[in-house]
């Protein structure tokens, strides 16, 4: 493994190009802003198309929005993966959905690659720093084979088959989503009934009721900053497709549910490109507290 193409260089792939240039891998990068992929530098070269970034690659970093580009970008009538080498590494960092990962894995199958779904936990700072922690499905072998790769970006748990990282990824979207309604709640419930948000933050973060959300997302919230680290827009898209997953298994998860319908409004009232964070500015609203600046529209 030398080679490696990067599909996708925004938030999160353009840290992961660079965390493999710096550990020693040849990289090529291709994005639709072509300006995104030029800004890496560490000697990562741009592609002008992704069947040309990853022709002769060893192995393919696929971090795109959603399912559905992946799979127009991949196996569409003009698609990148037609062009891989034969035994090549595919391998989807995306948050998909466990359907899409398994169909797609089948195709990828069917062109002679190795495939692995390897969705990331950590946000931009993990993926700057290479600390993600990446939740793999496929072959053993395979993941054995990536390693190497895996180790430049973050820790790697091989998780399952096929289907499985992607459905990991959506079991913790379900703990972010779920835990940020809750620590906005309760940062609003703290401000609302006079004490300083900081100090309750700084008290809970040395009991039960810390997390890294607490810590992370807590600190947003009180200082107002929702630069997007992981957009709300793509908050619901997990959202929806874990939920598609409980569907089909039968299953009622009403916080999963609520959390859903929370962000879908945080989108709606005009923060879907906040960080998912904003939801407390979703609770300031329609609680008819002021909202700070013209971030949200009533």
Avoid at 49 to 58: F, K, M, N, P, Q
Avoid at 141 to 167: C, E, H, K, N, Q
């Amino acid at each position: 493994m030398k080679q490696v193409a990067v599909l996708g260089t925004g938030l999160m792939g353009g840290p992961m190009a660079r965390s493999l240039a710096r550990a020693g891998f040849t990289v090529r990068a291709w994005n639709r802003d072509r300006a995104k992929a030029q800004a890496l530098g560490n000697g990562i070269a741009v592609a002008d198309t992704s069947v040309e970034a990853v022709e002769g690659a060893d192995a393919v970093i696929v971090m795109l929005s959603s399912g559905p580009v992946c799979e127009e970008v991949l196996f569409g009538p003009s698609g990148a993966a037609h062009k891989m080498s034969p035994g090549a590494l595919l391998i989807v960092m995306s948050s998909i959905g466990q359907h899409e990962a398994e169909a797609m894995a089948r195709l990828a199958g069917e062109l002679g690659l190795r495939w692995i779904d390897a969705p990331v936990s950590g946000g931009t700072p993990a993926a700057e720093a290479g600390t993600l922690s990446i939740m793999a499905g496929g072959a053993a072998s395979d993941i054995d084979a990536a390693w190497p790769i895996f180790d430049a970006m973050g820790r790697v748990t091989l998780v399952g088959p096929a289907g499985a990282g992607a459905l990991t990824k959506l079991v913790n979207q379900v703990v972010v989503a779920t835990t940020i309604v809750s620590i906005s709640e309760a940062m609003l419930l703290a401000q609302a009934g006079g004490a300083d948000p900081s100090r309750v933050r700084e008290a809970l973060l040395g009991g039960f009721a810390a997390s890294r959300i607490l810590d992370l997302h807590g600190a947003r919230m009180i200082e107002s900053d929702y630069a997007p680290g992981g957009p709300a827009k793509y908050q619901i898209k997990d959202t929806r497709a874990a939920r598609a997953v409980a569907d089909r298994l039968g299953l009622d998860l009403p916080a999963l549910n609520l959390a859903d319908q929370l962000f879908t409004d945080l989108v709606a009232h005009g923060g879907g490109d906040l960080d998912h964070s904003a939801l407390f500015l979703e609770l300031l609203r329609r609680n008819g507290l002021p909202v700070p600046g013209t971030l949200l529209h009533h």
